[in-house]
């Protein structure tokens, strides 16, 4: 089993790319490309040299850099049913699919709701999924192509994980995220402390990306749409999980 490395860079305003690095291989998988330079910059502080780029969806902060990424060493992998709208691709692929990547097996599965061919990357030997802007730290992407029936079930995907799994997911947008989730999950105690370890990392300067599925089980409003806590603070009780969801999706759009 190879031994694994995840590097979180930021990217841009609030993006982030990851790197996943072999030492045994040499091999470095990045995921997702949204700007050369800080991208460059972490490679070159480690010595690696980057053999795949992974793309979860077509959006132009997070295939911006593929071109000036790419070399004839460098396999890009995408989505199969979004090949129209991202770079060439050397690898298409779609749910269910199956991949060594780093030496390690990954599993494709479909993330979509944000756009329609989100994917989503699970590598298991580094105890991580890269979930982009479907799964979100304390959120989840805007519904700009799919509908709640659709992101609902990419999260159902998801939320079956292992709940040590690392959700490595495409922005900073925690902060706000823990601020609207109080407004329909104010009495949960795991939320109220989370939103302060959120609070002093980010005026520490640190990431809040990648999290851990058990504690966005805990504290995510979108994955406790379903909960009676959340159906009840938003005028739900009794009502179909996908509904629920459906309303706080809708209220975080209006937040």
């Known amino acids: 089993m190879p031994q694994l490395e995840l590097v979180t860079i930021p990217c841009l305003s609030d993006n982030y790319a990851f790197l996943l690095h072999a030492s045994e291989t040499g091999q470095t998988a990045l995921i997702d490309a949204p700007e050369a330079g800080p991208i460059e910059v972490a490679l070159s502080q480690r010595g690696w040299v980057l053999s795949d780029i992974f793309l979860t969806h077509h959006h132009a902060d997070h295939i911006g850099a593929v071109e ?3 070399g004839p060493q ?3 992998i995408g989505g199969r049913a979004d090949t129209r709208r991202l770079p060439p691709l050397d690898l298409a692929v779609a749910h269910g699919d199956e991949m060594t990547l780093c030496g390690a097996q990954a599993h494709v599965m479909d993330a979509s709701g944000h756009t329609m061919g989100h994917i989503a990357l699970h590598v298991p ?3 991580a999924v890269f979930t982009a802007d479907s799964l979100m730290a304390m959120g989840c992407g805007r519904l700009f192509e799919g509908d709640a029936p659709t992101m609902w079930a990419t999260l159902q995907r998801l939320s079956a ?3 040590d799994t690392r959700v490595c997911s495409g922005h900073e947008y925690t902060a706000a995220n823990a601020r609207f989730a109080l407004t329909v999950d104010q009495d949960n105690s795991a939320l109220q ?3 302060a370890r959120i ?5 520490a300067g640190t990431p809040t990306v990648p999290s851990r599925l058990d504690e966005e089980l805990a504290t995510n409003p979108f994955l406790r749409a379903a909960s009676d806590e959340v159906k009840g603070a938003i005028g739900m009780a009794g009502a179909p999980d996908v509904d629920a969801f459906a309303e706080v999706r809708r209220r975080k759009d209006a937040f």
């Open 125 to 127: 030997e580094a105890n």
């Open 161 to 163: 994980l292992p709940p």
């Open 68 to 70: 000036a990424l790419r």
């Open 193 to 195: 402390a989370r939103v």
């Open 74 to 76: 460098v396999r890009v």
């Open 199 to 203: 609070e002093a990392a980010r005026a």
